[in-house]
């Protein structure tokens, strides 16, 4: 069986991965959207891979400054945390 923090990770990351996709589809649809607040809110608990990474492959909110420079400085945060967290 996984260890909880895994099992947290995939839930946060899968989350993260459909949030991005609803979001594009509503966009499409003209309908009322995910607010970024609560985007940038998944990433910062766990779930910036996913969006990063679904936000490249679907070509999702790609030209708003925000997300591709603010995703990647997120990522940067959490990777330090933990190699602060296991090497300190």
Do not use: W
């Amino acid at each position: 069986m996984l260890p909880l923090s895994f099992m947290y990770l995939i839930i946060i990351n899968a989350l993260g991965m459909l949030l991005m996709i609803v979001d594009k589809s509503r966009a499409r649809k003209r309908l009322s959207r995910i607010s970024e607040v609560n985007l940038f809110t998944i990433a910062i608990l766990g779930g910036s891979f996913a969006i990063l990474f679904t936000m490249i492959l679907i070509r999702h909110k790609t030209r708003h400054k925000k997300f591709s420079i603010g995703l990647p400085l997120i990522i940067v945060c959490q990777i330090a945390l933990l190699v602060y967290k296991f090497f300190a």
